[in-house]
Every structure is written in C-alpha cells, then in structure tokens.
C-alpha cells in the first residue's frame, strides 16, 4: 500500500507539537519540569533521576520526547474548578476521555455517596477517617488494592504492605494487563522475569527484532537505538501484523542529517503475521535455524535442558501448516532465519502485541526458545528486553505489589516488623474484578491508574466496579474510570502529588533494571498530599493499637532501608539518598550465561500451535487487535487523531483494503463492527496496511468488544486477538 509510506514517524511535526505544548504549559514551568532531577513520567524506556531530567542512563542529553512533556504538561494544570462537581455523573459520562484528563489537577478529595449522582469536596480528615471506617466494616477476604505503575517504589511499598497488615494478599498491578506473560514465560526459560539488557547493551547489537511492539508511537526514545543500529550497518527485523509508518521510516529530533532528509528507514525487514500466528512463526523461524545449521551447538549443550524435545517439535511442524496460519511464505521465514544466524549479537524487544493473547505466555517462551538456539542470552550487547509500559511498572512488581511474593520475601517482612502474614493466595486483577462482579468484594483501594478503562468488557467492568461497595481512590487527575461503574457504589477520591511535588525523594525502576533517585520538591497544589503520606495515616486508622507504626515510613529513606532489608537485589536502595549512586538491579542483567533453572541452566520450552479464534455462527469473522495512538499513553488520550495512521479518529476501524471491497465497504463509510460482547457503532473505515482478516481498533474505547477470556497462566486478557464481524 504506497500511501503508507508518505508518512514518517517523528520529524518536524512532532518538534513542532513538542514546542506547542511547552507553550501552553508556560516555557517556565516546563523546563524546571523536564530539568529537574526527576525520573520521566512515561514510559519505563529510561529517563531522568540524578543525572537530570533530561539525560538518559548512559548520560546522553538531550533525551526527551513527546510522550515525556505531555506527561508533564497533565500534571502542570491547575486544579479543577469545585463548579465542576456541581454538575452530576450523567454530564461527566458525557465526556471523552481526553476531556476528562484536561479538566485539570484534582485538588481536593471529593466523596460520593452511595446511591448519589454526584461529588462534592470533603476534608482531609473526614475523607481519611470515612475511607477507614468503610474498610473496618468489612473482612480482608473481601477487599482488593490495585495499582498502576505510575506510583513510586516507597508508595508501593507501604502499600502492599499496608494490604498484608489489613489481612488480605488481593494486592496486584496494572502489569496483569500488560507483561504479566512475560514474567511467567522468562521464568519457565530463562528463570528470571526481567529484561536481560542494559541499555548500554543496544549499541553493541548488531541485530535488533522488534516484535509485536509500535515504539515509534509508544518508546520513540528507543527509535534513536535502532536508528544507530542501522547507521552501524545492523539489521532492525519487525514482526507486527500492522505496517506501521513509524516503524518503517522515522525522522529523529534529535538527529539533524535525519531531519533533513526528512527521516531514516528504521526497519531493514517487515513481517506481517496474521493477528495470533506469533507462535507459528516464531516456529518457522527456529525450524529454519536449525534446518540450516545456525544453531549454536556449544551454548545449547552446555547451558540449556530440553533442547532436543523442542527441536522435535517444531520440525514436526510441517511448512505447509506453518505457512497458512501466518500467510507468510517459507522462503521469507527462511531469509530472516539466516539474517538472524548471520547474527553476532541480537536482542529480541517485544510489546503487548505479544502478551495480549491467550497463548501470550507461549508467545515469551517462543521468543526466548529463538534466543537460547543461538545464544543471544547471557552475553553482552544481546539479550531479551520487554518493552515495558508506564514508568515504575517493573518496580511495583519488584517491591511486592503482586497477589503472590516469593516465600523468603514474606518471611523477610515478617522478621523485620514482627508480623504473622497470611500465605492464602491473593487474588490476580481479573479475578478481582471478577470477584466483584459476583458481589464478592466490598472494598477496593485503587492507587493511580484508570482500571474501568483498561479492563476488558467495558460494560461488565462497570458492573463490577459498582458492585464494590467502597471504592477508595488515590490519583492525580480525574478520568473516566472515576465516573463509570459508581451509580449506586460509594466513592471518595483523594488527591495525590505527582513525582516531580513528592515532599521527599523517591525511586523508581526502569525496564532496564535500572533504579533511579527523584528529588520530587516541586510546589504546585495546596491541598495534595504524597501517596505513603496517605497510606500510612490510614494505616493509623485501621491496624490494631500497636501493630506496626507506620508513621516511620512517611520519611522515605526508612522505606528504602525496609525494602533493601527484604527484596533481594535492592541491598544497594538502602543508601540512595545519601550516595546519590543510581543502580541496577543485582542478578538480572545477564552478560553471563547463568540462568536461574536448575544447575544455572536456561529451558527449552515445547510450545503448542494455538488454533486461531472465530467468530460464532458462521459469520465472516475478522480478528481485531486493539491498539494504542500516537497521541495516547496508555489510557490517557492526549490528541484525538492518530497522525501516524492517516489522522484516524479514536472512533475508527483500521482494515486491509481487500477486506474493505469483499464486504462492500469504501473508505470514509461509517461502519458498526460487533463481537460476542459488545458493539461499535458508526466507526470511520480507514484502509491499513495489514493482512486479511485483520480489524484494528482503538484501546481503550474497543475494549467494549473485548471478552473476558484470559490467558490461563498469566490471566492476562486477549485485547490482541478478538473475533470480531462487521454488521451493515
């Protein structure tokens, strides 16, 4: 499709777009935003912390990009007016997402009561000592806390902490929609879950595959990475069932001689898989390797098990099969075979597209299988490295926010604070949520994050929401989670500083493995209060007289000597504050072959072909992925078109063009496109570069098509791979 190529990712627009914001944030206040020596509040790729705000974790500056200064341009608006909350919940529905996001700063908690139609702002007060007594008037059994990955590492802390002391494990993170199957897939071959890269090691690769990932929208800082392994003569494989534009030619900001000749080709090769034929590719792929003698014999033998029963297995797996679930030929699978064993150094990058199935887990560990065949784990300059989403997600995974911690963690916390924690199983974040819809939950504290909009079902997850009798809200700004799924619940929302106002200084995580130390300082509202300040005044209110005094962890510094004392790997957190020495995480960066399974040895793992979703009752099925804009960070939507995608709306469908002519469709129709769960009216038909038999749609406003059937080992939702038709 020529007209894909007219449109380059980055360039002059994107400056452009960069400047307009720093003009409406007021060029003041965003450089003392963008300067300080705070760690950037989007996306976990690496910026900020103590070298500046604007200098990554090799040091070079400028490292900035869009992403980065609409993150802070939410959180420079002032607070939203108290008339707002004058107008009740059926005039907030009304708004978009977007909208709701630019009303401003939340500045005051407010509380709707049960059965109410609206909010009013309460006090600090009454608000902490409410949200107390509506958590005693339950049992931890029937209670959840939930957060993004936006909050600190001290904040996440004291808030699983908080949980385990109340009574319950119910305690998860937004990861169980995002990398959850790569935790559990590393973990079954490689026995980590974490990348294996430095970001050092990128400028060592001379391969880099980009798979099931549109970092041009969603990284653009790791654009400048396969930029310079293509300028030193490397190959950049992207495998996506979606041409994207900005992956296939970019102009860098940051890059004069690339703006000038008005963009760089970024990617050397571009597969299209059919939407949920990763594994049957990635299966072509290793047959081809070792049909051709790449594999590295040494490394398989001596650091790997089960090679020989994988091996099996995928030459069991006829070419023919292999070629029709993928349309994609033999000879293009075996080019990219050799590409890859022609290899020195190769690094596997993946996103959602990869995790987003019900076979996401498998997905990971067919990506790892591809590493181990020739030795791209445990050396420098390759490895495997997730493309990790909102800034701190790995942390709060690190520090404990997770249904399940490892048995020598919990005892760790029970000898530091002389606790008897609970070992009964919490529960995982759909299985909250589905607690909730069955009336089993009475309480939820949700830290951050928009969790209606980010779950799948939109219409069961309002339900659930509002089934939960309390809902306890810690957040910088309103969205459309604080409006949806409250009509007959009872909700207070309490206002929180974001990371560059914290009153002391906190760390975070970047997908890297890297920690890094926020001087947080910055005054801009009142009335908000950090996080830990919050958690630990309720902890006050609703642990028993004696307990724990969790006052001690309003300073920050006594956090991270309780979090060094008992998450292994985080010895160096202790003392952050005092050296200002940011670090990586002890034992997960692997420029060695020693691996976490048994004798150090990484696994093999045989994984089955999935069979491919459709639609019921015969219909003419299409399998829609849900995907994010150039103009959205996770669910936060900070401009309405796409313009990586022909300017596409946030209510459009994206679908091959011969697709389009075989169902009477032309460009520009309005078109209703509906699943087994949910329905889509009026969407703007755009013809996109992507195979038949594919539909893209918006996230989060397609999740309304999106069932509640989740991978069985990571319980991740199938936002990737959802059968959907189109209804005239």
């Not at 007021?26 to 760690?39: E, M, P, Q, W």
């Not at 880099?208 to 310079?228: D, E, Q, T, W």
């Not at 890059?255 to 990635?282: C, F, H, N, T, W």
């Amino acid at each position: 499709m020529p007209h894909q190529h007219q449109t380059v990712g980055g360039g002059p627009k994107k400056v452009l777009y960069t400047l307009q914001t720093v003009a409406r944030m007021g060029v003041g206040k965003a450089a003392k935003a963008l300067t300080a020596r705070n760690t950037c509040k989007a996306c976990a790729y690496g910026m900020g912390g103590q070298a500046g705000g604007m200098t990554n974790e090799l040091g070079e500056f400028p490292s900035v990009c869009n992403k980065s200064v609409q993150a802070q341009s939410t959180d420079i608006q002032p607070a939203i007016p108290h008339a707002i909350f004058a107008h009740p919940l059926a005039d907030l529905k009304e708004l978009t997402g977007r909208e709701m996001e630019h009303l401003g700063r939340l500045g005051d908690p407010v509380y709707k009561p049960a059965g109410a139609d609206r909010y009013s702002v309460v006090s600090w007060d009454w608000a902490l000592d409410h949200a107390a007594a509506r958590l005693l008037a339950t049992t931890p059994d029937r209670t959840f806390f939930y957060s993004s990955g936006r909050s600190s590492n001290e904040a996440g802390f004291i808030f699983q902490l908080l949980a385990r002391a109340f009574g319950t494990n119910n305690v998860n993170n937004c990861s169980y929609y995002c990398h959850q199957a790569t935790s559990e897939g590393l973990a079954t071959t490689i026995g980590k879950g974490t990348a294996t890269v430095e970001l050092a090691d990128l400028k060592g690769a001379d391969l880099i595959f980009v798979i099931g990932a549109n970092p041009s929208s969603n990284h653009p800082r790791f654009i400048h990475m396969l930029k310079a392994c293509r300028d030193r003569g490397g190959q950049v494989i992207v495998i996506n069932p979606a041409r994207e534009p900005g992956l296939v030619k970019f102009a860098v900001p940051k890059s004069p001689s690339s703006m000038l000749k008005g963009g760089d080709e970024i990617a050397s090769d571009y597969l299209q898989p059919r939407i949920g034929s990763d594994v049957a590719l990635m299966t072509g792929i290793a047959r081809a390797v070792i049909e051709k003698g790449h594999a590295d014999q040494h490394f398989v033998a001596a650091h790997t098990r089960g090679f020989e029963a994988f091996r099996a297995s995928v030459l069991a797996q006829s070419w023919e099969s292999i070629e029709e679930k993928t349309c994609i030929s033999r000879a293009r699978i075996e080019e990219i075979a050799d590409r890859y064993g022609e290899a020195e150094n190769a690094v596997f990058a993946w996103g959602m597209g990869m995790t987003h199935h019900v076979h996401g887990v498998e997905n990971v560990e067919m990506i790892a299988n591809l590493a181990l065949l020739r030795g791209m784990v445990g050396k420098r300059f390759a490895g495997l490295l997730p493309l990790r989403g909102h800034s701190n997600v790995q942390g709060i995974g690190t520090i404990g926010v997770k249904p399940v911690v490892a048995e020598d963690v919990f005892a760790a916390m029970e000898r530091a604070f002389g606790l008897t924690l609970s070992r009964t199983k919490g529960l995982d974040t759909m299985a909250c949520l589905a607690a909730a819809h069955r009336g089993e939950m009475d309480a939820a504290v949700i830290m951050g994050g928009n969790l209606y909009g980010a779950s799948p079902d939109t219409n069961w997850a309002g339900e659930a929401l509002d089934r939960i009798g309390f809902k306890l809200f810690l957040t910088t700004t309103l969205n459309l989670g604080h409006v949806h799924g409250h009509d007959g619940s009872e909700s207070l929302i309490l206002p929180v500083t974001a990371r560059d106002e914290e009153w002391e200084p906190t760390t975070q995580e970047s997908m890297f493995n890297f920690v890094r130390l926020s001087d947080g300082g910055i005054d801009r509202l009142a009335n908000v209060r950090p996080e830990s300040v919050i958690l630990c005044d309720l902890a006050e209110r609703i642990l028993p007289p004696g307990q724990l005094d969790f006052r001690v962890f309003k300073t920050h510094s006594k956090v991270r000597e309780a979090i060094a004392e008992i998450v292994p790997g985080m010895e160096a957190l202790a003392d952050i504050d005092v050296a200002k020495r940011e670090f990586h995480i002890r034992n997960r960066v692997l420029h060695e072959p020693s691996f976490g399974g048994a004798e150090g040895k990484a696994s093999f793992v045989t994984v089955k072909l999935p069979e491919p979703v459709s639609a019921p009752d015969g219909r003419t099925s299409l399998t829609l992925a849900t995907i994010r804009s150039e103009g959205q960070f996770n669910t936060i939507v900070y401009e309405d078109a796409d313009s990586y995608r022909k300017s596409a709306p946030r209510w459009s469908v994206l679908l091959n063009a011969e697709d389009m002519a075989a169902l009477g469709v032309a460009e520009g129709d309005a078109v209703n496109l509906a699943s087994a769960r949910g329905k889509m009216t009026g969407l703007k038909a755009i013809a996109f570069d992507i195979p038949r038999g594919s539909a893209l749609a918006y996230y989060p406003e397609a999740n309304v098509l999106v069932g509640t059937e989740i991978d069985p080992r990571s319980k991740t939702p199938a936002f990737k791979s959802v059968p959907v038709w189109i209804e005239h």
